[in-house]
T-cell receptor, first 112, second 115 residues
Framework: AQRVTQPEKLLSVFKGAPVELKCNYS??????LFWYVQYSRQRLQLLLR??SRESIKGFTADLNKGETSFHLKKPFAQEEDSAMYYC??????????????FGRGTQLTVWP | KAGVTQTPRYLIKTRGQQVTLSCSPI?????VSWYQQTPGQGLQFLFE???????NKGNFPGRFSGRQFSNSRSEMNVSTLELGDSALYLC??????????????FGPGTRLTVT
């Protein structure tokens, strides 16, 4: 069964420090992985997806199929990065095609 | 381009009642998905519609149902409400489901409180 695990419920760093939000998944096929972000009082929005291999707001994420991980990283955190981050997996086949499986989320706080 | 809209934004119902939530996708989007968000279970997939057909359903009881209209607008219905149905219900739309090629855009959600 598909599963997404975000081991850290809360993560705090100081401004300018590197940040890494962990995400591990279990899925037998070739999943599509995403990071969604929810800023305070805003709707959930896509931050980045592994298929596009892009950097958004300084964040990057690399899919490591060997370790089944898709960790989100930023070298220098900013206060405006404080938000709830969700890792999500989309199955590539079968009856679950198109369905997103979300992790429980990590609340990131960046202190000044 | 207008985003995904959901109505109503807040709702208070009593146990045993039923409720209907509405979602209007972004213009041109044909796929609509529904999610339930609770502090205890996080974000859980309810169902997904594409071209008026339910293509995917999560592990929720039959009290949860939905439909999609020809204009891609979608409704979800919960009958015989239980206290545990209190949650934020999110709707997301995309051009087409699957393959990670199409981004899902989320609405602001409907906050349902069952008393």
């Amino acid at each position: 069964a598909q599963r997404v695990t975000q081991p850290e419920k809360l993560l705090s760093v100081f401004k300018g420090a590197p940040v890494e939000l962990k995400c591990n998944y279990s899925y037998s096929g070739s999943p599509e992985l995403f990071w969604y972000v929810q800023y305070s009082r805003q709707r959930l929005q896509l931050l980045l997806r592994h298929i596009s291999r892009e950097s958004i707001k300084g964040f990057t994420a690399d899919l490591n199929k060997g370790e089944t991980s898709f960790h989100l990283k930023k070298p220098f955190a900013q206060e405006e990065d404080s938000a709830m981050y969700y890792c999500a997996l989309e199955a590539d086949r079968g009856s679950t095609l198109g369905r997103l499986y979300f992790g429980r989320g990590t609340q990131l706080t960046v202190w000044p | 381009k207008a985003g995904v809209t959901q109505t109503p934004r807040y709702l208070i119902k009593t146990r045993g009642q039923q409720v209907t939530l509405s979602c209007s996708p972004i213009s041109g989007h044909r796929s609509v998905s529904w999610y339930q968000q609770t502090p205890g279970q996080g974000l859980q997939f309810l169902f997904e519609y594409f071209s008026e057909t339910q293509r995917n359903k999560g592990n929720f009881p039959g009290r949860f149902s939905g439909r999609q209209f020809s204009n891609s607008r979608s409704e979800m219905n919960v009958s015989t409400l239980e206290l545990g149905d209190s949650a934020l219900y999110l709707c997301a739309s995309s051009l087409s489901p699957g393959n990670g090629a199409y981004e899902q855009y989320f609405g602001p959600g409907t906050r349902l409180t069952v008393t």
